[in-house]
């Protein structure tokens, strides 16, 4: 009852039975994940990448003639195919969409929501929420740096602190480092909407990415899911955290080549930048597709330490689930 009581908020907004929201993940996050994600009572987020505009609306329009649950489309504003995929969706019936990559702009939320779906953005800090606020966004993402893929550099914790506490105008999700179901309930009664995991699903039966890549989830400690650095303020990057191999080597390499072009006025600071995040999208796709688990990225969160078995995304989340409720009742047994 607790569960339900607390779950309120996140269940009504997101229209599903749980608020747990499975966050849309480049390559990983494609139908076959989304659908099991619905049909197992949780959100669940398509993942736009920077996918071409043709097989983006293929994908679109498989979650729209298939599924009867709510679901959200991830955009990433920074990515070169933005303007198209949003234009697309734009003219689609789609309920929900999540702003990723940087924070989009007023009129981009203002025309998501005249075509009548729901926006929901990240906020990396109080001054960001604030102003995604101001610009209508209908619920935020706190997501920690804990997380895997592209992330802020504040710590789910002072997020908290720093923005869950102090903002109630709309429905807070939070994310980053959660694998657990004892964390969902502690994170309800905080007064989180809900929870948004995206390692943790990766290790799902029904998730497409490659063996090789759950594997290497399956072996891997938290402390090895690192977030790469930036050489230069020159040249900014946004840290991306994923599990050490010969591809974080790699990506070093390249702001290194990066820097020296930029120096010599080869190329300028977006192109670099652009080169920077096309190899992210392909150093992915090489290790969830190809299955390279060396030379490709691993993206993965911190949570990755928490997480070693494939398991159906039924049970994966009744875990969720039934680990919560138990929770909140040692919780209640404490307070009385
Ligand atoms: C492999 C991978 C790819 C990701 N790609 C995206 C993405 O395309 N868009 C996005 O908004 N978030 C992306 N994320 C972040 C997730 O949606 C989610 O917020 C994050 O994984 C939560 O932290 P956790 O991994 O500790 O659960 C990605 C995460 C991973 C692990």
Known sequence: MLFEELSKKGTEFLGVKYPIISGGMTWISDFELVRAVAENGAFPVLAGGNMPPEIFEQEVDRCIDNLDKPFAVNLITISPNYRAQYEILLNKKVPFVVFAGSFPRKADIQGMKKSGKKTMSFASEGSIAGQQIRFGIDALILEGSEAGGHIGHVSLMVLLQQVLFNYDQVPIFVAGGIASGKMIAHLLLMGAAGCQLGTAFVMSEECTAHANFKKAFAKAHARQAISTPQYDS?????????????????????????????????LSREQAQYEVENFWVGALRRAVVDGDVDAGSLMAGQSVGLVRDVLPMKSIIENLVNEARAELAVVRDRLT
């Open 234 to 266: 020159r040249l900014p990057v946004v840290a991306v955290r994923g599990i050490r191999n010969q591809g974080t080597e790699e990506f070093g390499r390249l702001q290194l080549e990066l820097l020296k072009k930029l120096e010599a006025g080869i």
